[in-house]
């Protein structure tokens, strides 16, 4: 590659750079001296060595989960914030490989402050431990951090408040995968009015994440009966373990 199309890359990939940071919230960069820049190490790429500030957008920022909860602080941006019990923002390996988005907390979410801990959650435990992991070894996060009155679906406006936090989450733990639990949560993501059963089965593209959408647990308890629900959840999670390079285990169905 020429040095002129060497640079042309450059400028290209700082542009979408920046256009993902304005989407997530992120309003300036941290000046950084250029003496600094240079002392930190490269990290190689694709298209050759990069500096890792650049590679690593959430490290370039000082971007940080605890950093994105005290934005959010005692948030009142939309009428949510004066009806809730707690804000839920998230709970789970800052590191993960893997993290779990949901549409909004319920009940027994915003009455303790951390999502999917009512029946749904314990459910999504049960996949969780099937697919050979922990609780603790993912992230599990909503795209609303406050519970609408009465389990409503969330709205548009309320949605567009919270989302860039829930993205801001996402590329400080810059996960491998991300599974979307539900039709608000994957739709949310997406961009897509689509429905939930149209597009699981198959990886989409979330800011250059695989996100893997699949129906959300309260479905499942909803629809107990017909148990190829449970199962089509559960080939998604075994795409998604597949496209980690995780092991598989074996999980016998029954008739």
Not at 40 to 51: I, L, N, Q, R, Y
Not at 135 to 145: A, G, M, Q, S, T
């Amino acid at each position: 590659m020429t040095a002129d199309g060497a640079a042309a890359d450059l400028v290209a990939a700082l542009k979408a750079y920046l256009e993902e940071l304005r989407e997530s919230g992120v309003d300036g960069l941290p000046w950084v001296p250029a003496q600094e820049i240079a002392a930190v190490p490269a990290k190689a790429g694709a298209g050759g060595d990069v500096p890792a500030a650049v590679a690593n957008e959430a490290a370039a920022d000082g971007e940080s989960l605890d950093r994105i909860r005290g934005d959010l602080g005692a948030c009142q941006r939309c009428a949510l914030g004066a009806t809730r019990t707690n804000l839920v923002f998230g709970v789970g390996n800052p590191r993960a490989r893997i993290v779990f988005v949901g549409e909004a907390p319920g009940r027994d979410e915003d009455l303790q402050g951390e999502p999917f801990v009512g029946e749904a959650g314990q459910l999504l435990n049960r996949i969780i431990t099937r697919m050979g992991l922990k609780r603790e070894d993912v992230y599990i996060c909503n795209v609303l951090k406050c519970r609408p009155p009465g389990n409503r679906n969330p709205e548009p406006a309320e949605m567009e408040q919270c989302g860039p936090f829930m993205l801001r989450q996402v590329k400080a733990i810059a996960p491998e995968a991300i599974v979307t639990l539900g039709t608000f949560a994957t739709q949310a993501l997406l961009g897509t009015k689509a429905p939930i059963s149209k597009l699981r089965g198959k990886f989409h593209d979330y800011h250059g994440i695989p996100l893997m959408p699949t129906f959300h647990p309260s479905f499942l308890l909803h629809n107990k009966k017909d148990t190829s629900k449970f199962w089509n959840v559960w080939d998604d999670m075994v795409q998604v373990l597949k496209k980690l390079a995780m092991a598989v285990p074996d999980v016998k169905r029954k008739d």
